[in-house]
């Protein structure tokens, strides 16, 4: 996975949580999700940090940015499918 990939990835994630209108105090385990955005920014500093002399870090770090969006993704779904069931 490329850098550009995972940095865009997160623009989508932050589009889609606008878009399912969820308010930060509204969200289950706010801390828990930004304790994730924190440990996903670190990632991909140490992997921008890499890409000059060492590219399987670079990339290892660019997955593990990557799989803490997957877990943001699939939290801020959850909430928005619970959201609608009690509408």
Do not use: C, W, Y
């Not at 706010?30 to 924190?38: H, K, S």
Request: hydrophobic share 40%; charged share 30%.
């Amino acid at each position: 996975m490329r850098m550009d990939e995972v940095i865009n990835a997160a623009k989508s994630t932050a589009r889609e949580i606008d878009a399912f209108d969820v308010e930060p105090r509204e969200a289950p385990n706010i801390d828990g999700l930004l304790e994730i955005l924190i440990e996903g920014t670190n990632h991909l500093v140490q992997g921008i940090g890499a890409l000059r002399n060492d590219l399987p870090l670079a990339s290892a770090q660019a997955l593990l940015g990557a799989e803490g969006r997957k877990q943001i993704r699939q939290s801020v779904s959850r909430h928005h499918e619970s959201s609608v069931r009690r509408r």
